[in-house]
């Protein structure tokens, strides 16, 4: 499977600090900024010049001596350059030199230039199926920016309207997290203060609300019915606000891919199962709708493989999967199992081989104690705390596997997923380690982050 690092996504879309928000690259229309700096060699210069002019003047001397040597010029040597047979001649080019015209160029009387009228589009051909889909979602579509308190910079994301009546919008999770003011920004520049409803770290999901009237929300495909080839357009805000409004196109490149999805020490912390696309996914195109050739969502576009070695492999969940979702953020309900993402399981402890444990907190147990793993910290909050797990237990047993060493914990561990119920049985020592007793506790695992 191809692994994708969290962290790296959830700053997909941020921009860097103090650059103004200005892309990192520039359009240069004027080749002579390439030539700034570059010391000029003057006396070089006016020594080719003074070459240039004495070559002229050799030159010209020698063509005034032909022209008056008239027994010369019978040889023809010089063929229709100079005809001084005629006095009518003469006559044209004195006419000319007034003129300062050349004979060679003057406009023929008779001369008829065409007219080049443009075709005019009041009635062009509609019929391409790429622009009525534009026009037809484009109104749909929106780019999210998320702005930090205590930072310059902001976030770039894209959105899609799923109830115009309501004002609920759709983008990822990662767009909007620890965000501290959001703004939903449409292709018409029209701008509104967005609030968050809810978002679901693990399938990658948030929605959105706004107060505006006349909104125009999407209409909805059936992702399980997508099939691998189909044409498929992604429209979004790539990497900047002065490109909202992007529409790139490609295929359906695959169906129900599962993709590990892994944290900055490069564990996995969930695997989603999603729709690949050929489609050009960049920078701020997440949370966008990639539609079907009938103007149809079927997938908000959410990854890409990025790597020197990768090209045009992006990603985007399935529309049917993420609508179950959305409805349940909506109503406040638990999300529970989805077919979108499954994360791994985490207890929220650091536990220590015993002997090693006792050495880092120096522990000296003046009793008989188990076999097992020592729990050296313990994350405030977490479900094991909750359950009234506590610092320096023994973890003996997890959901009837004998524990004796952290293999053992970390392959039964890898064995369940988040949201499960598991029992732990542990040992703990009395406050001055002369004697313990057993503890068993039930709760269900808290998600890999």
């Known amino acids: 499977m191809s692994e994708f690092n969290n962290d790296f996504n959830n700053g997909y879309n941020q921009t860097p600090p103090n650059n103004q928000n200005r892309p990192d690259y520039s359009y240069n229309w004027n080749g002579s900024e390439y030539n700034r700096g570059k010391k000029k060699k003057s006396w070089l210069v006016f020594l080719i010049i003074g070459i240039v002019a004495a070559v002229v003047v050799s030159i010209s001397a020698a063509v005034v001596l032909l022209v008056h040597n008239t027994d010369f010029l019978n040889y023809d040597i010089f063929g229709d350059l100079f005809d001084l047979s005629s006095d009518e001649s003469e006559s044209s080019g004195s006419e000319n030199s007034e003129s300062g015209k050349n004979p060679e160029y003057s406009r023929d009387p008779n001369l008829v230039i065409p007219e080049f009228t443009p075709a005019g589009d009041a009635d062009a051909d509609r019929s391409n199926v790429y622009t009525e889909i534009y026009e037809n979602c484009a109104p749909s579509c929106c780019t999210i920016r998320v702005t930090y308190r205590g930072q310059t910079g902001y976030a770039i994301g894209s959105g899609f309207v799923i109830n115009s009546e309501e004002g609920y919008i759709v983008t990822n999770h990662h767009v909007i997290e620890d965000g501290d003011e959001i703004k939903v920004i449409f292709y018409d520049g029209s701008e509104y203060t967005a609030r968050l409803i809810n978002s679901d770290s693990i399938t990658d999901l948030a929605v959105l609300k706004i107060d505006a009237k006349g909104l125009k929300q999407v209409s909805f495909g059936k992702s399980e019915n997508v099939k691998v080839g189909e044409y498929v ?183 369940y997923k988040a949201g499960q119920e598991i029992e732990i049985t542990v040992f703990r020592f009395n406050r001055f380690l002369t004697d313990g007793e057993y503890h068993t506790y039930t709760f269900k695992l808290d998600a890999a982050e």
């Open 233 to 415: 357009v992604a429209i979004g805000s790539p990497y900047s606000e002065t490109l909202s409004g992007t529409m790139t196109s490609g295929i359906v490149s695959g169906i129900a891919r599962d993709i590990e999805i892994t944290n900055a020490s490069g564990k996995v912390v969930k695997t989603m199962t999603l729709l690949q696309t050929d489609c050009s996914i960049n920078p701020g195109n997440s949370g966008g709708a990639l539609f079907d050739m009938s103007g149809n969502v079927i997938g908000i576009t959410s990854l890409k493989l990025v790597d020197e070695e990768f090209e045009g492999i992006g990603f985007a969940i399935p529309i049917t999967s993420a609508l179950d979702v959305i409805t349940k953020l909506i109503s406040g309900e638990d999300i529970g199992e989805s077919d979108i993402a499954t994360a791994s399981a985490r207890l929220g402890i650091t536990a220590y081989q015993l002997d090693a444990g006792f050495q880092e907190f120096r522990m000296n147990p003046r009793c008989e104690y188990p076999e097992g793993v020592l729990i050296g910290t313990i994350e405030n909050g977490s479900s094991a705390y909750r359950a009234g797990v506590e610092l320096y237990d023994i973890i003996t047993d997890f959901n009837g596997k004998t524990i004796t060493s952290l293999e053992d914990l970390t392959n039964e561990l890898s064995g």
